[in-house]
């Protein structure tokens, strides 16, 4: 075994510090003078969404070389996005910690009335998103991962939750109601499809789904009353690959205030930004490639600040409720760090797996955007600047001779999640899918010799090792 894997599987790394938050002094309001309040705040003009910040050179390879982006920060730095990862959107603590610290407290304190009156309106109206009140709508902690977040997805704003579901949930709780049309690829999360084909129908909302790859078909598919176009892509766990920049230009030629809602968790914004292609709404779950290191929950959706304000302020705060904590904050902001590293090696690892397993004798077909004859290998080359590190693969066994091959792995662990440093296995069939029928099944393209390896950064020798000898294996008896 190399280096590289008994540093992720042979050793046990622990040690996470948090920095001790103080907790302001504060009184409850009496009825009149809350109620004073809350009325000043409405009355308050918003501050409008155009974002009237400096234009920044990102440079991201050859999809975002010589194109500006405008960002929240005025004269902020020209970072390039391994430095953006570490120092970008900055929210300082008033210590200068170097590490942004863990602010437990769920609640901040006022000096006086006059002060309450002043920070309660920037609040609300979101002229300040470095004041904070109540946990629900932020604390530090969380606003210095959602800085940072905008930044690197290029969105004016970014509004942290609890989980990628809660990501998802929000914005259509946000933006849906009775009567309204929800228009949806055939191919999703199943959470996601349980979410929008049976939960949110039981409250009025039509939801339909169609394979995004025929754009004829999502054309004649939207309608008038047509609120949410929602797609993934690279999808989970066939790796369908849905041409962005189309989709959102036929949704919004059709009507222009339609929400095109994208789910990016599979590429991250290091390997692509649906929002430069024409998305309204991104949705991550941090949970996976973002956090990196299978030890947290949490999502974040990313956009408008006009429509970052309806998240925040309607969909989280009074709609689901859907908060971030900040220690998942601050392990998120840690694991971020790393992301343009680990996601370089992953995209290494699983290209070469691709291709060995694309000439094993004991595989029938294999899915990875990155080989030449997968179906959206060129879309992805146009709009993904690598290929992710999910690798799918159908193998010529039967049910026993299976069981045998995911036993007889050592190095890959069998588990539901992806995206952190460990390589692991799934079948999808009955694992992240196990809800579907045997309709959805064949319609998300999900066969029952289907597995699908969400590969990390060990030394991929190793990993190619471990797979061939589970073949051989499972194969010889």
């Known amino acids: ?38 009325i000043f705040a409405l009355i308050v ?28 920060e005025d004269e902020e730095s020209k970072l390039r996005v391994r430095s953006e990862v570490i120092h970008g959107a900055s929210l300082n603590d008033q210590y200068d910690s170097i590490t942004m610290p863990v602010y437990r407290t769920t609640i901040f304190g006022f000096k006086s009335v006059e002060e309450l009156f002043k920070r309660g309106v920037d609040i ?13 709508a932020g604390n530090p902690t969380n606003a210095a991962l959602e800085r940072r977040l905008a930044k690197l997805e290029s969105a004016e704003s970014c509004v942290v939750t609890a989980s990628g579901t809660g990501a998802i949930s929000t914005v259509m709780w946000t933006f849906l109601k009775q009567g309204d ?23 009025g909302v039509r939801v339909d789904f169609v394979d995004f790859n025929d754009l004829s078909l999502l054309r004649k598919s ?50 692509q930004n649906p929002l430069l292609l024409g998305a309204d709404i991104v949705v991550h779950s941090i949970t996976k490639y973002i956090g990196g290191h299978s030890d947290i929950m949490a999502g974040c959706v990313l956009g408008s600040k006009e429509d970052m304000q309806k ?18 904050a601050y392990l998120a902001l840690r694991g971020l760090c790393t992301l343009p590293i680990r996601m370089d090696q992953q995209c290494k690892n699983a290209m070469k797996i691709a291709q060995y397993l694309e000439k094993s004798p004991y595989i029938s077909k294999v899915y990875y955007p990155g080989l030449e ?45 992806l995206g952190g440093v460990e390589t692991v296995i799934e079948h999808p069939a009955s694992m992240s899918h196990f809800n579907y029928t ?40």
């Open 1 to 38: 075994m190399k280096f590289s894997s008994k540093f992720i599987h042979g050793i046990a790394l622990v040690g996470q510090y948090c920095s001790k938050s103080h907790l302001i002094c504060h009184r409850v309001l009496p009825l009149p003078l809350a109620a004073f309040l809350l």
């Open 45 to 72: 003009p918003m501050e409008g969404s155009p974002n009237k910040a400096s234009n920044i050179l990102y440079d991201r390879g050859n999809m975002l070389k010589q194109k500006e982006i405008k960002i929240k």
């Open 124 to 136: 609300l109206s979101g002229k300040r998103d470095d004041e904070f009140t109540y946990v629900r």
């Open 181 to 203: 049309h929800v228009l949806a690829d055939t191919t999703l999360y199943s959470g996601t499809r349980v979410l929008l084909g049976e939960l949110l129908t039981k409250f």
């Open 222 to 271: 939207l309608k008038p009353n047509t609120v949410i176009v929602f797609f993934e892509s690279p999808y989970n766990p066939a790796l369908k690959i849905n041409d962005i920049a189309q989709i959102a230009k036929i949704v919004h030629s059709y009507k222009k205030d339609i929400r095109v809602v994208f789910d990016n968790t599979f590429a991250t914004p290091y390997l």
């Open 311 to 328: 998240i925040r302020f309607t969909g989280i705060e009074n709609a689901t409720g859907a908060v971030m904590s900040s220690d998942n």
């Open 373 to 417: 004859s997968f179906p959206g290998h060129k879309t992805a080359k146009k709009q993904m600047r690598d290929f992710g590190g999910i690798v799918s693969f159908e193998v010529k066994m039967g049910f026993e001779q299976m069981k045998r091959f995911v036993n007889g792995l050592k190095l890959i662990k069998l588990a539901g999640s």
């Open 438 to 477: 045997p309709e959805q099944l064949a319609e998300s393209g999900i066969a029952l010799n289907q597995f699908r390896l969400s590969v990390g950064i060990e030394d991929v020798q190793d990993l190619i090792d471990d797979l061939e000898e589970s073949f051989k294996n499972s194969v010889s008896r």
